[in-house]
């Protein structure tokens, strides 16, 4: 009986090693942010990544390169591809929103293909909330690629007491309260907060997308801080890309209140993604920047 039993243990031990290397070959395993365990990396193996794409509405995918390039530099055979519509997408409706997200999408797996395994970096928020991730996953393979998105690594930086009072500034999309993937929602649904105050910043977007001078810009920035400041507020999340142009600005308009730039957050922890992943070279800058991993601890590259 005692050689049947341990006959049986060795054979399920060699069935188990077999399935986990087949598992990790096929880019099965996943990361996981957050207390609501959402699935958000698909990771497939280094060796088979080809392509690195950055998807966004309007600046947002420039501004998240940018940020990429201070820190990391690629390898050579490796860049990046911009997948942008080019224009701001406020005050459309939200089905023609998905519409020009899903075209954005398809067009780029019709030009570049499916083949390997592409990283998709999902730098706007608002396609992350009008379903970014399903769709990619729908129409390019299920184990073929890595997602990331800004909006649960900038909820996995958040650190703040249950009764804080959170602002979030952003699109119609990313701050509506009927939405159950908005922030709001996540917010209190999935960590807890309660004392949660939207701004729609879409006035902000168009002229940081119009590309206005920084004269132009500075009463907007202004009105903004004021109302940040009346309403009390102990952390901001800036929930559009767009915003890291004015994320400065803020910080030396706000100095009492710790500011998320969702930008910054998604360049941080994707530069150490592509280290990791020997896809890029350290700059010089990069040690200096913090990196927010997967439970929102703050870590420094060594």
């Not at 080809?50 to 820190?71: N, P, V, W, Y």
């Not at 899903?102 to 067009?107: D, G, N, P, V």
Request: charged letters at 20%; a neutral charge.
């Amino acid at each position: 009986m005692k050689r049947i039993d341990y006959f049986f243990l060795s054979a399920m031990m060699i069935f188990l090693l077999i399935q986990g290397s087949i598992s990790a070959q096929a880019g099965l395993r996943y990361e996981e942010y957050g207390p609501h365990r959402s699935r958000i990396d698909s990771l497939a193996p280094s060796s088979m990544i080809r392509r690195i794409f950055i998807i966004d509405s309007g600046m947002g995918a420039e501004q998240l390169k940018m940020l990429l390039e201070q820190q990391v530099s690629l390898r050579k055979g490796f860049q990046y591809e911009l997948l942008v519509l080019g224009h701001s997408i406020g005050g459309k409706p939200k089905g023609e929103k998905r519409l020009l997200m899903e075209q954005l999408i398809m067009r780029s797996v019709q030009e570049f293909g499916a083949d390997g395994s592409n990283v998709f970096c999902v730098a706007c928020n608002t396609f992350t909330f009008l379903g970014a991730v399903p769709y990619i996953r729908s129409i390019t393979g299920h184990r073929k690629m890595i997602i990331y998105t800004p909006v649960y690594v900038t909820l996995a930086a958040l650190k703040g007491g249950q009764d804080d009072k959170i602002g979030v500034m952003g699109t119609d999309i990313s701050i509506d309260p009927n939405n159950g993937n908005s922030y709001p929602h996540l917010l209190k649904k999935n960590h807890g907060y309660q004392n949660i105050l939207t701004y729609n910043g879409q006035e902000l977007i168009d002229a940081i997308q119009e590309q206005v001078s920084d004269e132009q810009l500075r009463p907007l920035v202004e009105k903004a801080a004021e109302l940040f400041k009346r309403d009390g507020i102990q952390h901001l999340i800036l929930g559009c890309t767009h915003y890291t142009r004015i994320y400065h600005w803020l910080q030396r308009l706000l100095p009492g209140i710790k500011i998320y730039d969702s930008n910054t957050l998604m360049a941080n922890r994707f530069a150490q993604f592509l280290l990791d992943h020997d896809l890029a070279v350290p700059n010089a800058l990069f040690a200096d920047l913090p990196v927010y991993g997967a439970a929102g601890q703050r870590e420094h590259a060594a």
